[in-house]
Each structure stands twice: as structure tokens, then as C-alpha cells.
């Protein structure tokens, strides 16, 4: 198993990837390759690129390009009716008398659906399981506010129904791998492994076992990049594994000010794997500054980012008041639904012909019983592929507004809140119906992120003001290193629950 360092920016996928690239050109199958990344989406990229560059199918021909949770289902020939899901939780939580409140619901899983939940003591024992510990010993380790009982209890009783009804969850699938992954799964002539610094014990155990099946094996990432233990990761694992590595020594994205700034962060973290880097050749920009309010935020590409959510509300209400079109994870802050309507009201008033769901859409903000759409009107009974025009709608579909009306005249039942920051935007040039140029995200979701400038606010919650160790360092090493050119530092309001930079 060798490891490939990869500091920020320095291309440690695109190495990867270009390393299958040169084992296809030189002629080995397709399948003889896996390529296995931590994210869905990362998986499905290296697949796309793999498959458009030698003329491959990406289902049939790399078919070992994906997630290790989506080798487990498929190599253990699961099905999706074995797959835990919303109404399972539900079904258990009547029989119990567990309050299984925090239920997310049911996320795409390859051909079917898995509930995602995110329950306390439901984590805590999936947290216990990937780290291979018992749940009295994780239990035990953590502030947690249920008594020992509950969670026995809660523990037993899940086991209990899961065999009784057939059914995993997505850690059942990973323990069950891990047990069975050298009877089922093929060897492979070249296996790599993406974001290894964020695998949990468990994953390690399959990631030594697809080692013992490969010919040759690499596992790349970034110890100081390792932002995930408190969900389980095993970074010391990475660092003292006893085999071959490479550090790959240049920056394509960090300037040389922010490079100074991220070694200064770097140096704070203990029981790292040494290795340096160079920046790109570009000076940059750190500028410590006291209030958004003296940025200039109307163009380049922004990431906004706070150690918690909660941090953010205050930005996002800013941002609205000035009239910035941005993106949380949520979505947009104005909704596709009410973009769609404002696009296809002005479309029609100039003349343009709009699809059914735009013109439907635009009839969702309009009061009906004669005010601006005659009675009965409200709902427009047209073929799915039909076009209207403001005369076909006025004609034949009840629409008693006119091209003299503008958005916010003819769409009476916008919100005001939604109708203000709409002329906001519209006052500023926004591009409304446009990809955002500004993101607000936490600093955990944000890493494999980058934006021209970023935007960090230093303030931190009172449980991350106690740790400040390693792991609070990796998480600002990883905020500061999301920028191509400039970074931008608030200090916190608590100088003593704000990290210092």
C-alpha cells in the first residue's frame, strides 16, 4: 500500500486519475482496475473521466469505480428491500417507544433507497461500530446526556429488529464486507483508494484487505486535512502505516501569503506526517478586517465560512439586505420555484411564449377569484409540452394581469420578505436564474471546495473553545487553504472562544 500526500491544491486526485489514465493507455482492461472514492459524486467523476477519455462504458467497463459502501451492496449481492428506510425507523420506534424524531429520510442508494438518521444514540452506536470499540467503551468516552439504560436499551432493541426484519444499515453493510470482502470480491491488478485520511477503522480493515487482493495498491490524502474524527476517522492509521509514500510539492491553487498563513496553522499539529509544499507563483492577499461591510464581495467567487452553522444566520441576513444572490447547503437563498416565476412573468410581457410549468408556476403568486386570475382559473388544464402566450393566457386561461403590471404588481402573493430582496438583487444586476458567486458553508462541509476569496470568521462554539488541539487545527489549516487569491479574517467577538490566526 503506498501513500500519496496530497497538500491543498496540489492535484492528489488529478494524480490518481492520471495514473489510471497511463494504465489504460497502456493497455490493462478496464476491470482489472478499481478506483474507490470517499463521495458518490467523487466516484462518478473518476468514472465519467475514465469512460470519455478511452471510449468506455462506465457501468459495464468500470464497474469498480465507486464508494466502498456501494462495493459492499453490490459484491454482498444486497437487494433493496434489505436496505433500512424511513418507515422501518418509524415501525421501530412505535414498537419501542423510542422517540425517533430526527429522521432525515431516505437517501438514493444505488437502485433503491437507505434511510439516512442522525438520532444520538443511533450515531453513537453506528460511531461505535466503524471504530471497532464497544458501546460501552464509546459510551463511556463521550458527554453524552442519554443514561446508559436508554442506550442499552435503544441498542438491543434496533439488533433485535434489524434480524428480525432482514434488514442493514449502511454500517451493517461496511461490518458485514469486512467479514466476507475476500470470498466475494475479485483481485485487482491496480487499486486506489481516494481521501484516505477520513476512513474509519472499519474501512481501513477493507482497504488492507483490497491491498492483500491487489497487485499494487495507493491510498491517497492529507493528515492535516483529517477533519472527520469526531465521526470516526482514523487519521493515526495513515500516518504510521509502514509503507512506501511521495508528497506531492507544489500548489496550484494557494498564493504565497495564504501558503505562509497555512504553514504557521500546520505547524500547531502534533503527530502529523512531515511534509511541505510550495505555493503557486502568486503573492496573494491575507487582510484581517472587522466587518463584511468594508469588502467589495460584486465579483470573483466567494466561500464564506464559519466553524458552525449557526454562525452563518446573521452573514446570510447581510447578504440578503445588499442584494447578493449566494448559496447555502439548503440551495440558493431565493428558491429555483420564485426565480422561475419572476423569469417567466417578464418572458411573457415581452412578448415570449413560456412552458406550462413556468406559466403554472407564475399562477402560484397570483390571487385567483377575479383578482388577477378569473375564478376558476387558478389551475391551468393544458398538455404538459403546450407554450403560452400572455394573450393565449388571457384569452383562454382566466389571466387578468397585463404586460403593464411588472413582477411584483402581478404576482400579488409574493412574500414581502421574498418580493424586497428580490428588487434587491434586480437593483444590484444580480443574475438571479444564475449559478451563485457566493457560498456560505461550515468549514467542514467546504473542504474539496475553493473560491477566489474566502471569507473566514474566526468564532467558535463553546465546545470547540475548550478542544483547541490538533483537530481544531486541521479545521482552520483546511479553511484557510479554500482560497485562490485572497483571504479575508474576522476575529471573533469572544477573544476567548475565537481562534487565534
Same mark, same amino acid.
Given at each position: 500500500?503506498? +501513500?500519496?500526500?496530497?497538500?491543498?491544491?496540489?492535484?492528489?486526485?488529478?494524480?490518481? !486519475?492520471?495514473?489510471?489514465?497511463?494504465?489504460?493507455?497502456?493497455g @490493462?482492461?478496464?476491470?482489472?482496475?478499481?478506483?474507490f472514492?470517499?463521495?458518490?459524486?467523487a466516484?462518478?467523476?473518476?468514472?465519467?473521466?475514465?469512460a470519455?477519455?478511452?471510449n468506455l462504458?462506465?457501468?459495464?467497463?468500470?464497474?469498480?469505480?465507486?464508494?466502498?459502501?456501494?462495493?459492499?451492496?453490490?459484491?454482498l449481492?444486497?437487494?433493496?428491500?434489505?436496505?433500512?428506510?424511513?418507515?422501518?425507523y418509524?415501525e421501530?420506534?412505535a414498537?419501542?417507544?423510542i422517540?425517533?424524531?430526527?429522521?432525515?429520510?431516505?437517501?438514493?442508494f &444505488?437502485?433503491g433507497?437507505?434511510?439516512?438518521?442522525d438520532?444520538?444514540?443511533?450515531?453513537?452506536i453506528n460511531?461505535?461500530? #466503524?471504530?471497532?470499540?464497544?458501546?460501552?467503551?464509546e459510551?463511556?468516552r463521550?458527554?453524552?446526556?442519554?443514561?446508559?439504560?436508554?442506550v442499552?436499551?435503544?441498542?438491543t432493541?434496533?439488533?433485535?429488529?434489524?434480524?428480525?426484519?432482514?434488514?442493514?444499515?449502511?454500517?451493517?453493510?461496511?461490518?458485514l464486507?469486512s467479514? *466476507?470482502?475476500?470470498?466475494?470480491?475479485? +483481485?485487482?491488478?491496480?487499486c486506489?483508494?481516494?481521501?484516505?485520511?477520513?476512513?474509519?477503522?472499519?474501512?481501513?480493515?477493507i482497504?488492507?484487505s483490497?491491498?492483500?487482493?491487489?497487485?499494487k495498491?495507493?491510498?491517497?490524502g492529507?493528515?492535516?486535512?483529517a #477533519?472527520?474524527?469526531w465521526a470516526?476517522a482514523?487519521?493515526?492509521?495513515?500516518?504510521?502505516?509502514?509503507?512506501?509514500?511521495?508528497?506531492?510539492? *507544489?500548489?496550484?491553487?494557494i498564493?504565497?501569503?495564504?501558503?505562509?498563513?497555512? &504553514?504557521?496553522?500546520?505547524?500547531r499539529?502534533?503527530?502529523?506526517?512531515?511534509?511541505?509544499?510550495?505555493?503557486?507563483?502568486?503573492?496573494?492577499l491575507?487582510?484581517?478586517?472587522?466587518?463584511m461591510?468594508?469588502?467589495?464581495? %460584486?465579483?470573483?467567487?466567494?466561500?464564506?465560512l464559519?466553524?458552525?452553522?449557526y454562525? @452563518? &444566520?446573521?452573514?446570510?441576513?447581510?447578504?440578503?439586505?445588499?442584494?447578493? !444572490?449566494?448559496?447555502? %447547503?439548503?440551495?440558493?437563498?431565493?428558491?429555483?420555484?420564485?426565480?422561475?416565476?419572476?423569469n417567466?412573468?417578464e418572458? @411573457?410581457?415581452?412578448?415570449?411564449?413560456?412552458?406550462?410549468?413556468?406559466?403554472q408556476?407564475?399562477?402560484?403568486?397570483?390571487?385567483?377569484?377575479?383578482?388577477? #386570475?378569473?375564478?376558476?382559473?387558478?389551475?391551468?388544464?393544458?398538455?404538459?409540452?403546450?407554450?403560452?402566450? @400572455?394573450?393565449?393566457?388571457?384569452?383562454?386561461?382566466g389571466?387578468?394581469?397585463?404586460k403593464?403590471?411588472?413582477?411584483? &404588481? =402581478?404576482?400579488?402573493? !409574493?412574500?414581502? =420578505?421574498?418580493? =424586497?430582496?428580490?428588487?434587491?438583487?434586480?437593483?444590484?444586476?444580480?443574475?438571479?436564474?444564475?449559478?451563485?458567486?457566493?457560498?456560505?458553508?461550515?468549514?467542514?462541509?467546504?473542504?474539496?471546495?475553493?473560491?477566489?476569496?474566502?471569507?473566514?470568521?474566526?468564532?467558535?462554539?463553546?465546545?470547540?473553545?475548550?478542544?483547541?488541539?490538533?483537530?481544531?487545527?486541521?479545521?482552520f489549516?483546511?479553511?484557510?487553504?479554500?482560497?485562490r487569491?485572497k483571504?479575508?479574517?474576522?476575529?471573533?467577538?469572544?477573544?476567548?472562544? %475565537?481562534?487565534l #490566526?
Amino acid at each position: 500500500m503506498f +501513500r500519496i500526500f496530497g497538500p491543498p491544491g496540489t492535484g492528489k486526485t488529478t494524480t490518481l !486519475l492520471n495514473m489510471v489514465d497511463k494504465a489504460l493507455t497502456e493497455g @490493462l482492461a478496464p476491470n482489472e482496475i478499481a478506483f474507490f472514492a470517499f463521495t458518490r459524486k467523487a466516484a462518478n467523476e473518476a468514472k465519467e473521466r475514465a469512460a470519455e477519455q478511452f471510449n468506455l462504458d462506465p457501468e459495464a467497463d468500470l464497474f469498480f469505480f465507486r464508494t466502498l459502501h456501494s462495493l459492499a451492496y453490490r459484491m454482498l449481492g444486497l437487494q433493496d428491500s434489505q436496505l433500512m428506510k424511513t418507515e422501518n425507523y418509524k415501525e421501530l420506534a412505535a414498537h419501542t417507544g423510542i422517540r425517533l424524531t430526527t429522521i432525515k429520510g431516505d437517501a438514493e442508494f &444505488e437502485n433503491g433507497k437507505m434511510a439516512v438518521t442522525d438520532h444520538p444514540v443511533l450515531s453513537l452506536i453506528n460511531l461505535a461500530a #466503524i471504530k471497532k470499540v464497544s458501546l460501552r467503551e464509546e459510551y463511556d468516552r463521550t458527554d453524552f446526556y442519554h443514561d446508559w439504560t436508554k442506550v442499552s436499551y435503544i441498542d438491543t432493541s434496533y439488533r433485535d429488529y434489524k434480524t428480525t426484519n432482514g434488514l442493514l444499515d449502511y454500517t451493517d453493510m461496511l461490518v458485514l464486507y469486512s467479514r *466476507q470482502i475476500k470470498n466475494c470480491t475479485p +483481485r485487482f491488478k491496480l487499486c486506489f483508494l481516494d481521501e484516505a485520511q477520513d476512513l474509519s477503522p472499519i474501512q481501513w480493515d477493507i482497504a488492507h484487505s483490497l491491498d492483500d487482493m491487489s497487485e499494487k495498491m495507493y491510498v491517497a490524502g492529507d493528515d492535516d486535512q483529517a #477533519i472527520y474524527r469526531w465521526a470516526g476517522a482514523d487519521v493515526q492509521h495513515l500516518i504510521s502505516l509502514d509503507s512506501g509514500s511521495q508528497v506531492l510539492e *507544489q500548489s496550484y491553487r494557494i498564493p504565497r501569503t495564504v501558503h505562509e498563513v497555512a &504553514e504557521r496553522i500546520a505547524d500547531r499539529i502534533t503527530d502529523r506526517f512531515p511534509k511541505s509544499y510550495l505555493p503557486k507563483d502568486a503573492e496573494g492577499l491575507v487582510q484581517r478586517v472587522y466587518s463584511m461591510d468594508e469588502l467589495d464581495m %460584486s465579483e470573483g467567487t466567494w466561500l464564506v465560512l464559519a466553524q458552525a452553522n449557526y454562525f @452563518l &444566520e446573521d452573514i446570510a441576513e447581510n447578504l440578503r439586505s445588499m442584494g447578493f !444572490l449566494f448559496e447555502r %447547503s439548503h440551495g440558493r437563498s431565493i428558491s429555483e420555484r420564485l426565480s422561475e416565476a419572476v423569469n417567466g412573468w417578464e418572458q @411573457l410581457r415581452k412578448g415570449r411564449e413560456v412552458s406550462l410549468h413556468a406559466a403554472q408556476t407564475v399562477y402560484s403568486y397570483m390571487s385567483g377569484n377575479g383578482k388577477k #386570475i378569473a375564478r376558476g382559473h387558478k389551475t391551468i388544464n393544458a398538455p404538459e409540452d403546450e407554450f403560452f402566450s @400572455l394573450k393565449r393566457l388571457q384569452d383562454d386561461y382566466g389571466l387578468l394581469a397585463t404586460k403593464d403590471e411588472i413582477w411584483h &404588481e =402581478a404576482m400579488d402573493k !409574493l412574500p414581502a =420578505a421574498d418580493r =424586497a430582496y428580490m428588487t434587491a438583487l434586480l437593483r444590484r444586476g444580480e443574475p438571479f436564474n444564475g449559478k451563485p458567486r457566493i457560498k456560505l458553508s461550515t468549514i467542514h462541509a467546504s473542504k474539496g471546495g475553493e473560491a477566489d476569496n474566502v471569507l473566514l470568521f474566526t468564532d467558535l462554539t463553546p465546545a470547540a473553545a475548550n478542544q483547541q488541539g490538533s483537530d481544531i487545527h486541521r479545521v482552520f489549516y483546511v479553511a484557510v487553504t479554500r482560497t485562490r487569491e485572497k483571504l479575508f479574517l474576522i476575529e471573533g467577538n469572544d477573544y476567548c472562544e %475565537s481562534y487565534l #490566526i
